[in-house]
C-alpha cells in the first residue's frame, strides 16, 4: 500500500497529464509519462504513447460543459490509478526516484510556456526572404 505522499504524486501526475492535453507543455507531458510507464521498454513506451493519444483525443472530442467536466474526471482518475500501480510494484529506491520524475511532470506541466514574438511590422518581404529591421522578445519562464 502507498504512503499518503506517493498517492498525491499519482493524482498530481493524473491531473498534470489530462491539464497538458491539448496545450504546448504535451509533447514533453506525453514523451515523460511514457518513459516512465514504459520502464525502459519500447514496445511498453510505444503502448503508453497510444495510451496518451486516446486520452488527448477523449478529451478533444468531448467538447465544452458537464461532459467535458466528466470525461476529464474520469481520465484523470484513470491515470492517477495507473500511475499508483506502477508506485507499488516498484522496489523503494526507484519508488521514490520514479515519484520525484512524476513530480517534475507535474511542475513542467503547470510552468508557463516558453513564448517567441517577432514584429515584422516594419520589414520588407521580398520572395522568400525578409528585410528590414524590427524587434524581437523571447520569455522564457522557468
Known amino acids: 500500500m502507498l504512503v ?21 507543455a504535451w509533447a514533453g507531458i506525453r514523451s515523460g509519462v511514457a518513459r516512465i510507464l514504459g520502464r525502459g521498454e519500447a514496445g511498453r513506451e510505444q503502448a503508453e504513447l497510444e495510451r496518451l493519444d486516446q486520452t488527448r483525443a477523449e478529451l478533444e472530442s468531448a467538447g465544452d460543459g458537464a461532459e467535458s467536466e466528466r470525461v476529464q474526471t474520469v481520465l484523470v482518475t484513470r491515470w492517477q490509478t495507473r500511475l499508483e500501480m506502477l508506485l507499488e510494484q516498484l522496489p523503494d529506491e526507484e519508488r521514490h526516484q520514479v515519484a520525484a520524475e512524476l513530480q517534475a511532470l507535474v511542475q513542467q506541466a503547470q510552468a508557463p510556456v516558453q513564448g517567441t514574438h517577432n514584429d515584422f511590422s516594419q520589414a520588407t518581404f521580398t520572395d522568400s526572404q525578409v528585410l528590414g529591421s524590427g524587434t524581437q522578445n523571447n520569455t522564457i519562464n522557468r
Do not use: R, W
Open 4 to 24: 499518503e505522499g506517493l498517492i498525491a504524486v499519482a493524482a498530481a501526475g493524473g491531473g498534470a497529464i489530462v491539464q497538458a492535453a491539448g496545450t504546448d
